[in-house]
């Protein structure tokens, strides 16, 4: 059975910055696109930023300048760098991926930017 698993959230300043890592595990597969989602109370799941297997990245508007997503493909992680953080980046972030035919979800990653 697959296993997706985040680390990396938790409370930060305005300004300040976080790192959120989500590894694949038992697994042999190759992973094709990697993907940071958040979700926020009251608000639809927003799509951060993807990067695909052959390192192409996209961001949401909102969030461009400021986060970086980057993957390691041998450890089968993708990273999310989120620097300059605002009050509005509080939510909690999932990561997914493909990995052969089917979509993997972390647990989800409580991130909060407040003083």
């Known amino acids: 059975q697959v296993q997706v698993v985040e680390s990396g959230g938790g409370l930060v300043q305005p300004g300040g910055s976080l790192r959120l890592s989500c590894a694949a595990s038992?697994?042999?597969?190759?992973?094709?696109?990697m993907n940071w989602y958040r979700r926020t109370p009251g608000k639809e799941r927003e799509l951060v930023a993807s990067?695909?297997?052959?390192?192409?990245?996209n961001y949401a508007d909102s969030v461009k300048g400021r986060f970086t997503i980057s993957r390691d493909n041998a450890k089968k992680t993708v990273y999310l760098q989120m620097n300059s953080l605002k009050p509005e980046d509080t939510a909690v972030y999932y990561c997914?991926?493909?990995?052969?035919?089917?979509?993997?979800w972390g647990q989800g990653s409580q991130v909060t930017v407040s003083s």
């Open positions: 997914n991926m493909g990995i052969g035919l089917y979509i993997y």
């Open positions: 038992r697994t042999i597969a190759s992973i094709n696109v």
């Open positions: 990067i695909s297997s052959g390192g192409r990245t």
